[in-house]
């Protein structure tokens, strides 16, 4: 993919960075080497290869699902100033 430099100019004013017209010759290479190897990846045959989500393909240990923190919810509630209906009760702040 070729750029011009009023496509590097056009990519600035959509991104709101300020390019000067000595930097756009710099940043036109620099994109001109990213969409280059776009294209090149793009080029690699993947047929039959399944994706992955890490580039080593190691499982995680798994641990036992088990409840560490138990219910204290009437205890919580009894210590509360206002409750209904198992609700807080709190002071309106917003009129």
Avoid at 65 to 91: I, K, M, N, S, W
């Amino acid at each position: 993919m070729s750029l011009s430099h009023t496509d590097v100019k056009r990519i600035a004013q959509l991104a709101r960075i300020a390019v000067s017209d000595a930097e756009v010759e710099g940043y036109l290479r620099q994109l001109e080497g990213i969409f280059g190897l776009i294209e090149e990846m793009q080029g690699v045959d993947t047929e039959g290869l399944s994706p992955m989500s890490h580039a080593l393909d190691e499982s995680l240990r798994m641990r036992e699902d088990t409840v560490t923190a138990h219910d204290q919810r009437d205890l919580f509630q009894a210590l509360a100033p206002q409750v209904e209906a198992g609700l807080y009760l709190v002071p309106k702040v917003i009129e």
